[in-house]
């Protein structure tokens, strides 16, 4: 089957193969992409107009007990530096990014013990009752389903977990012993069930990754039908063992998120800090590519550099959360408008 065959199955919303899949990754051409991109610009367009869903991103903690074999952050990381926030600055971010218009929070930290069931708990309350219009979002690693029932019971409206990579060996040649791919993806069936706005995702040219794990990421996806999923480039950072590694391709970012979006129309995709890292317009070409959510930073400024999954990460220009002007405008160039929406999935 050709890649023009396997776009236009897409655009239909047939399901596509593996094989298929991986041929139209690997082999695709940018005649292709440019009509794979507009296929996926028009779904986009049709379920949510020229809109572009903004989240408020609040990394409050850089420390971490895991020790992923890609992350800036990772334990065993003695050049990081490891900051926490406390409740109150996390409630005067929130204020200072309701004022800009977000009425989503993202709550992202490492796996931080620090953080137990009761205090998160608290936190979440708290924003809840001072803005009981805005969604809060957590992005807290893994945790044990009790704990993320009680978080969910506390108020919390949304999950991110990325599953990294679909596939276990890989996902195993990413992280220590002791982690494991499929208990990652239990847990994110366990998040669905329990009533949480779900979001997974993978990093694109991770070390080791092959087509066909890409096409396999795409095909759990589809089997997963999270409401959100985000994608980004792996970018090296210097002090871990793939700190010489080149980073994700461009090009096949842009291609895996208009698949993505063609597969799963309504989902809620980010053009993610990553893709703006290895490319000054790629949030903007992200929303030309499907996407139609970015998460400006509304981290406080002095921590900013000190959050660093990866080297080189975007944090003191326009993917700031105060200036959503110049967010704002940069979208307007490309034909969209940023609302103040909770942006749900419908
Ligand atoms: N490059 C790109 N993305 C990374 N992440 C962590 N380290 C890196 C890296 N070096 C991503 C992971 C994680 C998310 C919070 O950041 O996918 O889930
Ligand atoms: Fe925990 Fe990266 S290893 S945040």
Do not use: W
């Amino acid at each position: 089957m050709s890649n023009i065959e396997t776009i236009n199955k897409l655009k239909n919303e047939q399901s596509a193969s593996r094989r298929e899949l991986t041929a139209l990754l690997q082999t695709i051409t940018d005649d292709e992409r440019e009509l794979l991109r507009q296929a996926a610009q028009k779904t986009a367009q049709a379920v949510f107009g020229n809109k572009i869903f903004i989240r408020g991103l609040i990394e409050f903690t850089s420390y971490c007990k895991n020790d992923c074999r890609y992350c800036g952050l990772r334990r065993s990381n003695k050049n990081a530096v490891r900051y926490r926030l406390s409740e109150e600055q996390i409630m005067s971010c929130c204020k200072a990014g309701y004022s800009l218009g977000f009425r989503t929070f993202v709550l992202q930290g490492g796996e931080d013990a620090f953080f137990t069931d009761e205090v998160m708990c608290g936190i979440v309350s708290a924003i809840k009752r001072e803005y009981p219009d805005c969604a809060v979002t957590l992005s807290l690693g893994e945790r044990s389903e009790d704990s993320l029932r009680r978080l969910f019971e506390a108020g919390a409206d949304r999950y991110l977990l990325r599953h990294e990579t679909a596939d276990e060996a890989h996902y195993a040649r990413l992280h220590p012993p002791g982690m494991s791919g499929a208990h990652r993806k239990a847990l994110l069936y366990r998040l669905k069930e329990i009533g949480y706005q779900t979001g997974a995702g993978f990093m694109v040219g991770s070390p080791y990754q092959t087509f066909e794990n890409l096409a396999d990421d795409l095909l759990f996806i589809k089997e997963l039908s999270p409401q959100m999923c985000g994608i980004g480039p792996f970018v090296p950072h210097r002090d871990t063992e793939f700190g010489n590694m080149p980073a994700g391709d461009l090009k096949l970012t842009l291609t895996l998120l208009s698949v993505i979006r063609l597969m799963n129309p309504r989902i809620l995709l980010p053009a993610t800090t990553a893709l703006g890292t290895i490319h000054p317009n790629g949030r903007e070409l992200g929303v030309l590519h499907g996407a139609n959510v970015v998460m400006p930073n509304l981290s406080p400024a002095e921590h900013r550099k000190d959050y660093a999954l990866y080297d080189n990460k975007i944090c003191t220009g326009d993917e700031a959360a105060e200036c959503i002007r110049c967010l704002s405008r940069r979208m307007e160039k490309t034909g969209y408008k940023i609302v103040c929406e909770r942006g749900d999935y419908q």
